[in-house]
């Protein structure tokens, strides 16, 4: 949820442009779930791109 809101700073068109975004990919490599790095692509594809974010969320490191 925290990667979510970095990119869409809480508004939700955003996030679901991601997901749309994302879905995409998911759909191309023909799987039946969306996957971490799924999300991670669409950030690198759509979301740093169009300016929501300078950096992929989903490829920092979390805290364990």
Known sequence: LGCLHAISNGAVGQISKLVRA???IALRRD???LQIADL???ADRWAIPNG???TNPFLQ???S
Request: include cysteine; proline fraction near 7%.
């Open 22 to 24: 994302t879905l995409e």
């Open 31 to 33: 799987v039946e779930k």
């Open 40 to 42: 991670a692509e669409a």
């Open 52 to 54: 929501y974010c300078e």
């Open 61 to 63: 490191e979390r805290p």
